[in-house]
């Protein structure tokens, strides 16, 4: 029961409650509460692999929500279209899907790049109040910037 993963999540979910934030706090609760259950051979696996894609849906389904409710709908849309912010944000919007289209693809090449990413954005998190969006975000600029090392390096 007590070995060097329990701990970690333990550290990590004291680091949460040092921090006050709620996100860390609940996601190595819900963590330990899975391993102390024993079941955590069955769900982890799951969670590993599909969970940043169920994170990416239910923050979706927030942002969606205005637009559900009829709280935005096609005046708001064509009245933001006039806007020189909203064309700043329709382009960094589309930069940042394509900066963490690279970051899956890093990924998928260097799983060990994983570690140092879930370490950067837990300490974001816990430290600087920052909101865990970080892994594929933060791989896909990781990739950007190891593209640029090897451009100057070669």
């Known amino acids: 029961m007590f070995n060097q993963a329990n701990l970690f999540i ?12 709620q996100s860390l706090m609940v996601a190595t609760g819900f963590l330990l509460l899975i391993k102390l259950l024993g079941v ?3 769900f982890l696996s799951t969670i590993g692999t599909k969970g940043i894609n169920w994170g990416v849906t239910v923050i979706t389904i ?3 929500v205005p637009i559900a409710t009829g709280e935005i709908g ?24 394509l900066i963490a289209k690279s970051g899956l693809s890093l990924l998928a090449e260097d799983p060990h790049i994983t570690t ?4 950067g954005t837990i300490l974001a998190v816990a430290l600087f109040n920052g909101v865990a969006v970080g892994p594929l ?9 190891m593209q640029i090392v090897k451009l100057f390096s070669t």
């Open 62 to 64: 927030a942002v969606l």
């Open 10 to 21: 333990l550290i990590l979910l004291v680091i949460g409650i040092i921090a006050k934030n």
């Open 137 to 145: 975000i933060g791989a896909g600029i990781a990739y950007l910037a």
């Open 40 to 42: 955590d051979s069955k």
């Open 74 to 97: 096609f005046k708001q849309l064509a009245d933001a279209l006039k806007s020189a912010y909203a064309w700043i944000a329709l382009g960094a919007g589309m930069v940042v899907a």
């Open 116 to 119: 140092a990413l879930v370490i």
